[in-house]
Antibody, heavy 117, light 113 residues
Framework: EVQLVQSGAEVKKPGESLKISCKGS????????IGWVRQMPGKGLEWMGI????????RYSPSFQGQVTISVDKSISTAYLQWSNLKASDTAMYYC??????????WGQGTMVTVSS | DIVMTQSPDSLAVSLGERATINCKSS????????????LAWFQQRPGQPPKLLIY???TRESGVPERFSGSGSGTDFTLTISSLQAEDVAVYYC?????????FGQGTKVEIK
């Protein structure tokens, strides 16, 4: 079965760092882009960026450039989204999704990140 | 960035009736070299991740019921649910994947009247 499995919910304090993960299985991980999408509570979908695991080619939305880092470890078929200085405004659900010939055809279950003092 | 604008923000439709959602892009998402329209539609049910319904503006994803259809060209697109079912209650998003950032519309909430 083709799937993306994300790491569990996180509760952090402002200023802390965090790295969440997205593990692909059931397909050739290096042949598809992996994107990250933010959904703030009660709001719509925001495209954050995307990475190609084969060569780590990464594209960021200008809205998120410099705020997060997208990376990948292709040896374990896992993509990452990380923050070095969390803010309360980073509180959101974060989804990873696979992109190939079909856009975002497989989604992870989501990782809820709560940032609160 | 390409701005995607959906209308309406919400609509209520009776079971078995047609639901129509519109999406307008601020610039063309047609790639002339391959004549493909880089426009997708997603469904997000409450508490669930989004699900791909339509890509290339009108190609139905495998397993998606035939009552869902996409149309449009240039900068104006439509998602139609021909006969609304109870399980179609959700928020629907259009997305362009023509150029990064691959922007989403703000979403349209579909409810039962």
């Amino acid at each position: 079965e083709v799937q993306l499995v994300q790491s569990g919910a996180e509760v952090k304090k402002p200023g802390e760092s965090l790295k969440i993960s997205c593990k692909g299985s059931g397909y050739s991980f290096t042949s598809y882009w992996i994107g990250w999408v933010r959904q703030m509570p009660g709001k719509g979908l925001e495209w954050m960026g995307i990475i190609y695991p084969r060569d780590s080619d990464t594209r960021y939305s200008p809205s998120f450039q410099g705020q997060v880092t997208i990376s990948v470890d292709k040896s374990i078929s896992t993509a990452y989204l990380q923050w070095s200085n969390l803010k309360a405004s980073d509180t959101a659900m974060y989804y990873c999704a696979r992109h190939g010939e079909e856009p975002f055809d497989i989604w992870g279950q989501g990782t809820m990140v709560t940032v609160s003092s | 960035d390409i701005v995607m604008t959906q209308s309406p923000d919400s609509l209520a439709v009776s079971l078995g009736e047609r639901a129509t959602i519109n999406c307008k892009s601020s610039q063309s998402v047609l790639y002339s070299s391959n004549n493909k329209i880089y426009l997708a539609w997603f469904q997000q049910r409450p508490g669930q991740p989004p699900k791909l319904l339509i890509y290339w503006a009108s190609t139905r994803e495998s397993g998606v019921p035939e009552r869902f259809s996409g149309s449009g060209s240039g900068t104006d697109f439509t998602l139609t649910i021909s006969s609304l079912q109870a399980e179609d209650v959700a928020v629907y998003y259009c997305q362009q994947y023509y150029s990064t950032p691959w922007t989403f519309g703000q979403g349209t909430k579909v409810e039962i009247k």
